[in-house]
């Protein structure tokens, strides 16, 4: 019996490193994501009022608290995909397409923001910054990940 170790192929060295990106980019979301989320449940004063709400009154934490169980539900996607994001590329598009309905409905809340709104316009502001951010690097690590992918596939048939 051969108990010798062999040094992995350049493809499997080659897909290493996307996987990881893609890995990191996707928890650096997920736990910027959860951070909010947890933020917003436990402490909700704080943000009512940069989204206009009465911040003593409880409306305005019930409100806060509400977006933070979104984020908390909207999250829920993400370790699979972190854990082994080849094998979870369903799911990897289902967040990336979650992340781009933030995107689009934050700018479009954003854009239909009538003047005078300044606290609001700038929560809004911060969130699209990030949401943008976050969906480009994960769909670049991502794409890089399926084209290295491709690339193994294509060398493991040679």
Same mark, same amino acid.
């Given at each position: 019996?051969?108990?010798?170790?062999?040094?992995?192929?350049?493809?499997?060295?080659? !897909? @290493?490193?996307?996987?990881?990106?893609? @890995?990191?980019?996707?928890?650096?979301?997920?736990?910027?994501?959860?951070?909010?989320?947890?933020?917003?449940?436990?402490?909700?004063?704080?943000?009512?009022?940069?989204?206009? $709400?009465?911040?003593?009154?409880?409306?305005?934490?019930?409100?806060?608290?509400?977006?933070?169980?979104?984020?908390? =539900?909207?999250?829920?996607?993400?370790? $699979?995909?972190?854990?082994?994001?080849?094998?979870? @590329?369903?799911?990897?598009?289902?967040?990336?397409?979650?992340?781009?309905?933030? $995107?689009?409905?934050?700018?479009?809340?954003?854009?239909?923001?009538?003047?005078? !709104?300044?606290?609001?316009?700038?929560?809004?502001?911060?969130?699209?910054?990030?949401?943008?951010?976050?969906?480009?690097? =994960?769909?670049?690590?991502?794409?890089? $990940?399926?084209?290295?992918?491709?690339?193994?596939?294509? !060398?493991?048939?040679?």
């Amino acid at each position: 019996m051969d108990t010798t170790r062999t040094t992995p192929a350049p493809a499997t060295a080659a !897909h @290493r490193a996307p996987t990881w990106a893609c @890995r990191a980019a996707f928890a650096l979301v997920f736990v910027v994501n959860v951070h909010c989320a947890l933020s917003f449940v436990i402490d909700p004063a704080p943000y009512a009022a940069g989204f206009e $709400l009465a911040s003593a009154g409880l409306p305005g934490q019930v409100a806060v608290r509400g977006m933070g169980i979104a984020f908390l =539900m909207w999250n829920c996607t993400y370790p $699979l995909v972190i854990w082994q994001p080849g094998r979870h @590329r369903a799911l990897a598009g289902v967040v990336l397409a979650q992340q781009a309905v933030g $995107l689009v409905g934050e700018t479009a809340i954003y854009l239909g923001l009538p003047a005078g !709104h300044a606290a609001l316009a700038a929560s809004i502001g911060r969130f699209i910054a990030f949401d943008g951010f976050g969906l480009v690097v =994960m769909a670049v690590t991502f794409a890089w $990940l399926l084209l290295a992918e491709r690339r193994r596939g294509a !060398h493991d048939e040679c």
